[in-house]
């Protein structure tokens, strides 16, 4: 009876230690307003804390790694999100993931590719300079940084409610000048379209009308 308790203790943690899947951000995503915070202003909030401008220029969107930050170029200095299509390209997601690699195509149609095992890529920017991207898991979430030789570092952090309702898109900025904020976007997923039944070949239809008239 001992030897046979000790042997079930010494199965317990291996039995704790088994890993959860991964989760699948498959699928087209809308965003949701009213759960998600405001760009414009976090980012005001950004330049005030750091004392003035906050050397966010965006992100390049010509390149084809990345997360789902957008191009922002178009921004300047200003930081101005408001203005930037940055954000607005956000409003929709659509996202194909197959493990290890994630494709997320944005609403102005900017395909950003990587994988999730933490290998590092590189990509030129409209500005110039180079950008280097990685993806990894973080306890369950999928975690990408941005970190472009010129402008602020962006460390996106993607979670997904059990029931593939919801996607969050955390976006932490960390200025160049010190500056940083956090952006909150929530989306909803968007049902697939019922698939419309064959249409009926002029063969299918004869037959039918066959049958009727054998009845």
Same mark, same amino acid.
């Given at each position: 009876? #001992?030897?046979?308790?000790? #042997? ?12 959860? @899947? ?19 202003? &976090? ?13 966010? /220029? ?25 203005? !930037? ?5 956000? %409003?929709?997601?659509?996202?194909? /993931? ?24 590189? %990509?030129?920017? !409209? ?15 999928? %975690?990408?940084? +941005?970190? @472009? ?7 996106? +952090?993607?979670? #997904? +409610? ?18 940083? &904020? +956090? #952006? ?9 379209? @019922? ?18 008239? &054998?009845?």
């Amino acid at each position: 009876m #001992i030897l046979a308790f000790g #042997i079930r203790l010494a199965a317990s943690p291996a039995v704790a230690a088994e890993t959860l @899947p991964l989760p699948d951000y498959s699928g087209v995503w809308k965003l949701n307003r009213e759960l998600s915070d405001d760009p414009a202003q &976090a980012l005001k909030d950004m330049r005030g804390s750091s004392g003035g401008s906050s050397g966010w /220029h965006g992100r390049g969107g010509r390149g084809r790694h990345g997360g789902s930050g957008g191009s922002g170029d178009e921004a300047g200095d200003s930081g101005g999100a408001a203005e !930037s299509p940055a954000f607005a390209a956000l %409003e929709t997601l659509t996202i194909r /993931h197959s493990e290890p690699e994630v494709t997320i195509v944005d609403g102005a149609g900017r395909e950003h590719r990587f994988t999730t095992d933490g290998r590092k890529s590189e %990509e030129e920017r !409209s500005r110039g300079g180079t950008t280097k991207v990685s993806a990894a898991w973080k306890d369950g979430r999928l %975690e990408v940084v +941005t970190a @472009p030789e010129r402008g602020p570092k962006w460390t996106e +952090t993607y979670a #997904i +409610t059990a029931d593939r309702t919801q996607l969050t898109v955390t976006t932490k900025i960390d200025g160049a000048r010190g500056g940083s &904020a +956090t #952006i909150r976007r929530v989306y909803d997923a968007v049902p697939d379209e @019922p698939k419309a039944p064959p249409a009926e070949t002029p063969a299918q239809s004869e037959a039918d009308d066959d049958s009727v008239s &054998a009845r």
